[in-house]
């Protein structure tokens, strides 16, 4: 199964992506990317509007790339991420092998959230994107 690259959020233990594989992902100079942020949280919002009186870098999140260079994909992750639980959620949904791909941090991923204030049971379910966000989200607002 083919690796995936894009953006995560997590809410509680339910991870929220919008991911795609490799060979379908947009090429960034060296990378293959795919999603933001903020398009994934804003689109987020459409489902959920209780969070709409939050910023998207509140909850903890992070974001698979993929270096051409190197032929390895690279996890980046907020450091209350760095957990079993949540690196082998990323693992199976971005199809990624234990000890192949490279883990980094970045403090753009760094959430307000307090690690105290996460509540394992925020969303009812995982959140999966598989399609644009365009439909989710109103160009106009922005």
Same mark, same amino acid.
């Given at each position: 199964?083919?690796?995936? %690259?894009? #953006?995560?959020?997590?809410?509680?233990?339910?991870?929220?992506?919008?991911?795609?594989?490799?060979? &379908? #992902?947009?090429? +960034?100079?060296?990378? *293959?990317?795919?999603?933001?942020?903020?398009?994934?949280?804003?689109?987020?919002?459409? *489902? +959920?509007?209780?969070?709409?009186?939050?910023?998207?870098? +509140?909850?903890?999140?992070? *974001? %698979?790339?993929? /270096?051409? &260079?190197?032929? &390895?994909?690279?996890?980046?992750?907020?450091?209350?991420?760095? /957990?079993? &639980?949540?690196?082998?959620?990323? =693992?199976? *949904?971005?199809?990624?092998?234990?000890?192949?791909?490279?883990?980094?941090?970045? =403090?753009?991923?760094?959430?307000?959230?307090? %690690?105290?204030?996460? /509540?394992?049971?925020?969303?009812?379910? /995982?959140?999966?994107?598989?399609e644009s966000l365009d439909m989710y989200v109103n160009r106009e607002t922005y």
């Amino acid at each position: 199964m083919e690796e995936h %690259v894009g #953006a995560f959020f997590f809410i509680g233990d339910h991870i929220i992506t919008n991911d795609t594989p490799i060979s &379908k #992902a947009n090429i +960034y100079g060296d990378y *293959r990317n795919y999603s933001s942020h903020w398009d994934l949280w804003r689109s987020l919002l459409t *489902r +959920y509007p209780e969070y709409e009186y939050m910023d998207y870098d +509140y909850f903890p999140r992070g *974001r %698979v790339v993929y /270096d051409i &260079k190197a032929n &390895k994909c690279i996890l980046y992750i907020d450091p209350k991420l760095e /957990d079993n &639980k949540f690196i082998s959620k990323i =693992e199976n *949904r971005y199809c990624l092998i234990p000890g192949q791909y490279n883990q980094g941090y970045d =403090e753009h991923y760094q959430s307000l959230q307090p %690690v105290e204030d996460i /509540d394992p049971d925020e969303l009812d379910e /995982d959140v999966i994107f598989a399609e644009s966000l365009d439909m989710y989200v109103n160009r106009e607002t922005y």
